[in-house]
């Protein structure tokens, strides 16, 4: 199975500051990467699908880039509503898989 | 808009079963391949098995092959997990969601607990 390593596995970061995060595919992906946001206690929401495309109605702050193996999720001038755990995941192949997540909060 | 809402969950022993229902809303449930997801207390996100349009075509992690069966009711808009032989480890929040790419929509989840 495709193995999707992330990193870092924790950021803390002030308000308005960029957010980087990485995920790394132990095999090609192509582009069958897609992001995730799951705030506490609630259901992941779709942020970026197909690497670079940001779904319906995710601020633009979002943005995601890559293909391959090496992918990048960018949160540009983070919000307070932006502290959440962020997860990769990849369509490329059966079975799919998740990044073991990265947790961002706020300072 | 489109909705999941997901019941069934609960509290079972080891060995015992249980299944999960998701109800769906708000599109043309027949057109979209379905997919349940899991997530153990304070894990991450690991991808269970999805179904195809027409049933024709199901896939499972290794993890829960030939324990759980994923089967949807297109005349009732219905996707669901029955889960047998249930292991401790199994305990988890579960999740539907809809597609087998992107997964662009997903249930609140039901908590699932296996407990001697």
């Known amino acids: 199975e495709i193995v999707l390593t992330q990193s870092p596995d924790f950021q803390s970061v002030t308000p308005n500051e960029k957010v980087t995060i990485t995920c790394r595919a132990s095999q090609s992906v192509g582009n069958g990467l897609h992001w995730y946001q799951q705030r506490p206690d609630q259901s992941p929401k779709l942020l970026i699908k197909y690497a670079s495309q940001t779904f319906s109605g995710v601020p633009s702050r979002f943005s995601g880039s890559g293909s391959g193996t090496d992918f990048t999720l960018t949160i540009n001038s983070l919000e307070p509503e932006d502290s959440a755990t962020y997860y990769c995941h990849q369509s490329s192949a059966l079975p799919r898989t998740f990044g073991q997540g990265t947790k961002v909060e706020i300072k | 808009q489109v909705q999941l809402v997901q019941s069934g969950g609960g509290l079972v022993k080891p060995g015992e079963s249980l299944r999960v229902s998701c109800a769906a809303s708000g599109f043309i449930f027949e057109d979209y391949y379905m997919t349940w997801i899991r997530q153990a207390p304070g894990k991450g996100l690991e991808w269970l098995s999805h179904?195809?349009?027409?049933?024709?075509?199901?896939k499972y992690a290794d993890s829960v092959k030939g324990r759980f069966t994923v089967s949807r009711d297109n005349a009732k808009n219905s996707l669901f997990l029955q889960m047998n032989n249930l292991k401790t480890e199994d305990t988890a929040v579960y999740y539907c969601?809809?597609?087998?790419?992107?997964?662009?929509?997903w249930g609140q989840g039901t908590l699932v607990t296996v407990s001697p």
């Open positions: 179904i195809s349009t027409t049933s024709e075509f199901t």
């Open positions: 969601a809809r597609g087998t790419l992107e997964l662009d929509y």
